[in-house]
């Protein structure tokens, strides 16, 4: 067999596409389990709030301003390379921290977290989204989102096993160790993910960019794109979506599952979670693709979903809020972008939470945020076309394509 042919499956779009769920299910998929544990498994959530607003404050402050042009040097592997270490420094300062009780280096490794996020998650975006060919996007969406929150629901579990007879309020260092080895592995997985000019689509089309590089428009030009870009009426109208991304989870992962359930449940908790957004993700993904429906009608269809699914938790979360501020005070046991705006909205919202601010206040902003922010995006939606690809970028990309076929016949 030609060794060419033997080698060939690492560069097609799907192959990559796995590789970056696999990496995304070992880091942030692990780091979603330590986080959605409450108080990233300690007994106190101050840390860990305090933390993540640090993780969140660098994220939003380097997104827009200097990952885009390290991304433009490095490309999405050297991006990725640079950022999974960041994964396991911050499990490693948890670890330290059981120890040590040291503040002040757990919420230091969670800012350069929050840099590396921002450097993993620009290239995660370019990798799902321009590799698989524009009708396979949604199954690439769905895929993806399946691989990496099956990480956070494994990570989970995990966590249950490993705390199931512990009755100190905090994980054990054992989790700690074991995050911080799957982490590290996940980093590892970053080294065969090649530069984009060497992945080939299966109508043997070379993955290639469609702007120009940053390293040829200079990085004045290209803060300048970003600004108008960010002036569009459509991105201005989605950006309060962007921005309530990650509100809600200072609220569901200390005020909730924090405050109110002991160390294993909170594990099983954290576990079920992650497992609910793989069931959203599949059904999110399948109604991304519907053949029959053209782009327009698949967006009604998913705005109006997610619309009434968020009423209804919000609604049944209400009566378990009421019910969770009049109970008697006891743990319980059950057994018995985008990039920035995501970043600030749970900046603020960790840093509500850190304020210690009543969770009945903390469910009401969720709820309305999310509601409101799904009605300000609403006429964006209008604008949804059947296609992305301008017949300009068309004929730039076939004279590659057919110099690649050439080539390789």
């Given amino acids: 067999m030609d060794k060419s042919s033997s080698t060939s ?51 939003a402050a380097t997104a827009f301003t200097i990952v885009p042009t390290l991304f433009d040097y490095l490309g999405p592997r050297g991006c990725l390379l640079i950022s999974g270490w960041t994964y396991p420094l911050y499990s490693g300062s948890l670890l330290c ?53 099956v990480g956070g629901a494994v990570g989970g579990f995990m966590s249950f096993g490993l705390n199931f007879h512990s009755t100190a309020g905090t994980v054990s260092n054992s989790m700690y160790i074991a995050f911080i080895i799957v982490m590290a592995f996940g980093w590892l997985i970053t080294v065969f993910i090649p530069p984009p000019n060497r992945v080939v689509r299966s109508d043997r ?94 967006s009604k269809l998913g705005w109006i979903i997610t619309f009434v699914m968020t009423f209804s938790i919000y609604g049944s979360g209400y009566a378990f809020q009421w019910w969770a501020n009049t109970r008697p005070k006891g743990k319980l046991d059950f057994a018995d972008a985008s990039e920035s705006f995501q970043a600030t909205g749970g900046a603020m919202a960790w840093c509500i939470n850190t304020l210690k601010r009543p969770a009945m206040m903390q469910f009401a902003m969720n709820w309305g945020l999310l509601a409101g922010s799904l009605l300000i995006g609403l006429p964006m939606m209008w604008t949804i076309t059947d296609t992305t690809i301008d017949d300009e970028e068309m004929n730039e990309e076939e004279p590659e394509r057919k110099q690649l076929i050439e080539f390789k016949e």
């Avoid at 192959?15 to 300690?42: A, E, R």
């Avoid at 569009?232 to 979506?241: F, G, Q, V």
Wanted: proline share 4%; hydrophobic share 45%; with cysteine.
């Fill in 97 to 149: 921290y059981n120890y040590t009780k040291n503040a002040g280096f757990v919420i230091t490794a969670g800012a350069i977290l929050g840099i590396g996020a921002a450097l993993l998650w620009t290239a995660q975006g370019d990798i799902m989204l321009s590799y698989p060919p524009e009708h396979q996007q949604g199954h690439a969406i769905t895929w993806f989102w399946v691989i990496f929150n």
């Fill in 205 to 298: 089309s070379v993955v290639q960019r469609r702007v120009k590089s940053g390293l040829q428009l200079g990085f004045g030009h290209q803060l300048n794109t970003a600004v108008k870009a960010y002036g569009d009426w459509r991105i201005i109208a989605l950006i309060p979506m962007f921005f309530c991304a990650n509100i809600p989870y200072s609220y569901q992962q200390n005020a909730v599952n924090g405050a109110t359930f002991t160390i294993h449940s909170r594990s099983l908790n954290a576990a079920l979670y992650w497992l609910a957004q793989v069931l959203g993700g599949l059904s999110i993904g399948f109604i991304l693709d519907i053949p029959s429906l053209h782009r327009l009608q698949r």
């Fill in 9 to 59: 499956w690492l560069y097609r779009p799907w192959t990559q596409l796995l590789l970056i769920s696999f990496v995304c299910f070992c880091d942030p998929g692990m780091y979603n389990s330590i986080s959605g544990i409450g108080g990233s498994g300690q007994l106190d959530p101050t840390v860990a709030a305090n933390t993540t607003v640090a993780l969140f404050s660098a994220t």
